[in-house]
């Protein structure tokens, strides 16, 4: 159950994040804001454990997941920016 709030939780995130930050070089579709929000939540906990946010086997929120996910997109626009200019 605990992999199926996860997928929710990280769709919602993903979905928050593309539109917080919209732009064209982005992922698109179902699968890829899925995987963008879960990402964005394993970033948002890895950095909030460091600092001591979050305790140890403690997940980051739907808050975290959004701003992890949004980190994430940052520097996907930064690589897909750069490879692009590379051509």
Do not use: C, H
């Not at 064209?24 to 454990?49: M, R």
């Amino acid at each position: 159950m605990s992999i199926i709030w996860t997928i929710i939780i990280g769709f919602i995130a993903g979905v928050i994040a593309k539109f917080i930050m919209p732009g064209d070089n982005e992922p698109s579709g179902f699968i890829l804001t899925t995987i963008l929000g879960i990402v964005g939540a394993f970033v948002a906990t890895y950095l909030g454990q460091s600092p001591g946010w979050y305790r140890p086997g403690e997940g980051a929120g739907l808050v975290g997941a959004v701003v992890g996910a949004i980190i994430v997109l940052l520097i996907y626009g930064f690589v897909a920016g750069r490879s692009r200019r590379a051509i």
